[in-house]
């Protein structure tokens, strides 16, 4: 009993904590009008009214309204004010980590402005200070801070699997003097990677190798923090997203490193770039760039020179959540694009009303909800194929492995790529 | 002055003075400390949360309902309308003129959206599945305050009708979700910060076209 209430008391702390007015401000906006419903992928795939966005806003809105406003403590039956009990916390875990892959997509359509995002976040945050993490999606947490990397690579499968891509890179460049460094002190860039990158798909690491030595770039990868992904930003539990955000800026200043160049994947830019100097309250003294932005750079400036014709087939974009609508990363991706490939097309829609592919959110690692993962995909695999396009390129690994997923049970024939691979792939050296 | 016109003033008092207490709840818990470097304009972000973002044709809240958008600003502009005849009424003036009949039509135009909007949530399963009973006392009290209103420029003698549904009104505004009255500026003001801030908004869709040319 005593440990129960004492989970309701932190989990109740963070709708409570009053650090400034942003939460209660989107608490107390919602109208629940239902328009936003149509901009949800669940809602639109499943036409479940359970799965309107701004159900999932109103269930932290109802322990809200039943623990910090007058007519919920006086009338809750009026404003259906909840208490946190099981049956709460039950169904908060189903909705905002099984139903929601926090795209984002519902806030910029919402009629009144509610950051619904901002408001599921917050609600994930309560379950995973009480310790309702989905078991799947803490498991990985658990991996990244205990080993260093949410695949638990050792540090030796690491090397070998760099030495390796590194006699790759010389062979392709045909230069023995091509390297991939390793731990190296004062270079300008310390790049990231996402350890699904060594563990299943390593010729990217040897693509974005391959970009460096055209750029002719002063780069390291550290061996002991190079994981960019963060997903304690996912399990949205603030004490372990800090413990994460602060070795990846602490092995930044160790290696004096000037400048922290994000892989890609979405969120691991996000919550680096956006959110952890926010974790660990401090500003960072070092520019941090997506590898998205750092190619569009080099080829902007003449650092590197691509063949606009290189990519024959018929190629298209997806937008990741994280780097688009929560990041404002958008002119870049398609620059590139257009620098490499001759027939680029946008799907409908794109760009910051682009679709989530599904695997957002934490639910690639949540395996508990693939069925409906794989459900939701459909409104992503129906935007593909009727944009005609061969290639989906997509600059973060997580979509590219839900995109995987989707080309095989949606039978689409089509390849996915990273920007790195289409750039080094068309890249006049 | 009569009981009724009184109860309006002691209502509107309330009303302001609990609204009041929000306001400076929300400026003194302050805006969020951002740590992140900035990337975009908080200033443009919000002017463009405001305005742009509030447009249909980027808005598909709006724009894949246009009818119940449409119907929603008639019943704010008649919710401002009855507002400002409630004040003309306690500030002891009396309207009068052919333009009355204008904005008495405009009221039951209005109150028939609001009408409209009860029954899209009484009958909508998804609606009738997130509404609480809240929903649908604000907008009876809304609704009734603007045809009462309507029916009062027509008909002076229902004065009292008119003053004690906008007491009621606002004597429910700051417990109920009428609220958000407040709350949407402030939710539209972080949304505009968060978004300049990261450069997402202003939306620069023509400066992409051009430079990727």
């Known amino acids: 009993m005593k440990e129960a209430n004492e989970k309701i008391r932190k989990g109740l702390e963070v709708l409570g904590s009053g650090e400034d007015s942003k939460l209660l401000s989107h608490l107390n906006a919602c109208v629940r009008c239902g328009l936003c419903a149509k901009s949800c992928i669940y809602y639109l795939s499943m036409k479940d009214e359970k799965l309107i966005p701004a159900s999932k806003v109103d269930i932290v809105a109802s322990v809200y309204r039943r623990y910090f406003t007058f007519t919920g403590r006086q009338l809750p039956g009026l404003v259906k004010a909840r208490d946190l009990d099981d049956k709460t916390v039950t169904e908060m875990v189903d909705l905002l980590f099984g139903s929601c892959t926090v795209c984002g997509r519902c806030v910029k359509h919402c009629s009144i402005g509610v950051d619904i995002e901002y408001v599921v976040r917050k609600g994930r945050e309560m379950l995973s200070v009480m310790g309702y993490v989905p078991s799947t999606l803490q498991s990985t947490v658990r991996s990244a801070l205990n080993t260093g990397n949410n695949m638990a690579i050792s540090h030796g499968d690491f090397v070998d699997t760099l030495e390796w891509m590194e006699e790759e890179l010389q062979d392709e460049v045909d230069d023995p003097e091509a390297r991939i460094p390793m731990d190296e002190k004062g270079k300008k860039v310390m790049y990231t990677l996402n350890p699904r990158e060594p563990k299943f798909f390593p010729i990217s690491i040897s693509a974005m190798a391959k970009v460096f030595y055209a750029a002719g770039e002063s780069w390291t990868l550290s061996t002991r923090m190079y994981d960019v992904t963060n997903y304690a930003y996912f399990s949205c539990h603030p004490d372990e997203a800090a413990v994460i955000s602060r070795r990846m800026y602490d092995e930044v200043n160790t290696l004096e490193a000037g400048m922290l160049v994000l892989a890609e994947c979405g969120h691991g830019v996000r919550s680096n770039r956006w959110e952890s100097p926010n974790y660990i309250k401090k500003q960072f003294g070092f520019e941090v760039l997506s590898s998205v932005e750092l190619m569009a750079k080099y080829i902007r400036e003449g650092r590197i020179r691509t063949d606009r014709g290189a990519l024959k087939e018929k190629v298209t974009l997806h937008d990741p959540c994280n780097l688009v609508r929560g990041g404002g990363i958008f002119k870049d991706q398609r620059y590139i694009l257009k620098q490499c490939a001759e027939d680029f097309v946008e799907m409908t829609p794109y760009g910051t009303d682009n679709f989530c592919c599904g695997g957002g959110g934490g639910q690639l690692a949540m395996s508990e909800y693939n069925e409906r993962r794989m459900r939701i995909a459909e409104i992503k695999a129906e935007q593909i194929r009727k944009s005609g396009a061969k290639v989906v390129a997509a600059p973060c690994h997580n979509c590219i492995d839900q995109l995987s997923q989707i080309n095989f049970t949606y039978k689409l024939n089509v390849k996915v790529k990273t920007l790195a691979e289409i750039v080094a792939d068309s890249l006049i050296i | ?213």
């Open chain 2, 1 to 213: 002055m009569a009981w009724y016109n009184w109860f309006g003033i002691f209502s509107l008092a309330i009303c302001l003075a609990v609204c009041l207490y929000h306001v400076i709840r929300l400026i003194k818990l302050g805006m969020p400390v951002e740590y992140s470097g900035r990337s975009g304009s908080p200033v443009s972000g919000i002017v463009y949360s405001f305005t742009s973002a509030m447009n249909p044709s980027v808005k598909e809240s709006a724009s894949l309902n246009l009818p119940v958008y449409i119907a929603g600003i008639v019943y704010h502009l008649g919710t401002f309308i009855a507002g400002i005849l409630f004040m003309t009424v306690i500030a002891g003036l009396s309207p009068s003129g052919y333009h009355l009949l204008f904005f008495a039509f405009f009221l039951f135009i209005s109150a028939l959206s609001g009408t409209g909007i009860l029954i899209k949530r009484l009958t909508d399963k998804k609606l009738l599945y997130i509404s609480l009973p809240d929903d649908y006392i604000s907008n009876v009290l809304v609704t009734f305050f603007q045809a009462s209103g309507g029916v009062f420029l027509l008909l002076p003698g229902s004065e009292p009708v008119f003053m004690i549904s906008a007491g009621l009104m606002m004597l429910y505004l700051p417990v109920g979700k009428l609220r958000h009255a407040i709350y949407f500026f402030a939710a539209r003001f972080h949304l505009g910060f968060f978004y300049g801030w990261r450069n997402v908004w202003p939306l620069h869709k023509q400066k992409v076209d051009e430079r990727s040319k």
